[in-house]
């Protein structure tokens, strides 16, 4: 049955995995857990999997996750070992779920559980990715949001596939979604553009952002670049070739340039010292050769980060069945007694 797709699938069968990567959110995790179970319930959706990554939380959060997986049978824990990043902790979630579909959504409430049931749905009709289209940035800034929309069209020009603008991370896979995910090795995650790079149906539906329940965010405009970047190196090698082609049009400017200044010493003989328009020169290809070994210093790094091979993230460990355990303990103490 998993792996294959049934283009209607049944109710009775499927198990969902919802996948929650979370770091220090103590102060909206209850809140998080009271609105997705009400949203569960409510949907019917019984054959579900709770699975928290916690992300070296260095707060409450870990002792707040094991007193749910205690009385939750549908919540797991997946403690690793430090802070990973959102993208290791997404990646770990979706390695471990044990589901016929997943989804993942953020612990801050930015992402309404109450949506899984249109997804669910979605996915019951034959969609293998059904990614969620935010309507609104409001509350972002204007630099956010320009900045944003700059990265997505560099992004769909130089693709070969398209990273649809304006989504997130809260998405629903399919089991062999999941399993082309997981096959994809590479260190750096980019995970916007491993998403969209795998393909299959997929559909499309749009919500209304919420702002944040409480907490802070973990990003900030330093983060983004280098998520920009790192979106953009993992994806083409476009800047390698840019970085070659201008070197190529400046060295025959540079010899165009080079038999005027022949020719015209050789025709009204002394030169005039041209200081300035060497300087000029100098500093512009100096400029130009400093971006471009930039440039292949980027992809080497890259390189030299995925040649190591090391895991993505570590498990501390991971708690499971913990409310079963709990009853099972409860009733051999009455035993006992
Ligand atoms: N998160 C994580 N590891 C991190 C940073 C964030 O697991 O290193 C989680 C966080 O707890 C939340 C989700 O990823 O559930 C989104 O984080 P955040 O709200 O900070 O990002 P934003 O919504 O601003 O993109
Ligand atoms: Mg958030």
């Known amino acids: 049955m998993r792996g294959q797709n049934s283009l209607v699938r049944t109710l009775q069968t499927a198990v969902l995995s919802i996948i929650v990567p979370i770091f220090n959110e103590e102060e909206v995790l209850y809140e998080f857990y009271r609105r997705l179970s009400r949203a569960l319930t409510s949907a019917h959706l019984d054959d579900v999997e709770i ?3 916690n992300d070296g939380s260095t707060d409450k959060t870990l002792g707040l996750l094991l007193a749910l997986a205690q009385t939750d049978a549908r919540v797991q824990v997946l403690d690793l070992s430090r802070n990973f990043g959102k993208e290791a902790a997404m990646t770990a979630g979706l390695e471990h779920a044990a589901g016929d579909a997943a989804i993942i959504i953020d612990a801050d409430l930015q992402d309404p559980p109450e949506l899984i049931p249109q997804m669910v749905a979605a996915w019951r009709n034959g969609s293998d990715v059904v990614y969620m289209h935010r309507l609104s940035r409001e509350k972002e800034t204007w630099l956010k949001k320009t900045t944003a929309a700059a990265f997505y069209a560099l992004m769909g020009r130089i693709g070969r596939f398209r990273v649809p603008e304006n989504v997130g991370d809260f998405r629903l896979l399919s089991r062999r979604a999941i399993d082309a995910l997981n096959r994809m090795p590479e260190r750096t995650r980019f995970m916007k553009g491993l998403f969209a790079w795998i393909g299959f149906p997929a ?3 749009s919500y209304h952002r919420a702002t944040r329940h409480a907490g802070t965010t973990k990003w900030n405009y330093w983060h ?12 083409t090698v476009t800047p390698l070739k840019i970085a070659s082609y201008v070197g190529v049009l400046t060295s025959l400017a540079a010899l165009l ?3 005027f200044v022949f020719t015209k010493t050789l025709i009204s003989g002394d030169p005039v010292p041209g200081y300035p328009s ?6 512009f290809l100096g400029g130009l050769q400093l971006l471009a070994l930039g440039i292949m210093g980027e992809y080497l790094g890259r390189m030299f980060i995925e040649t190591k091979q090391r895991p993505l993230y570590l498990v501390n460990r991971h708690y499971k069945d913990m409310a079963q355990q709990r009853k099972l303990a409860l009733v051999q103490d009455e035993g006992a007694r």
Do not use: R
């Open 51 to 53: 699975l928290f990554i």
């Open 278 to 283: 060497l300087m000029v020169v100098i500093v």
């Open 203 to 205: 559909k499309q539906i």
């Open 257 to 259: 340039y080079g038999g």
């Open 224 to 235: 983004l670049w280098n998520f920009a970047i790192e979106g953009i190196t993992s994806f």
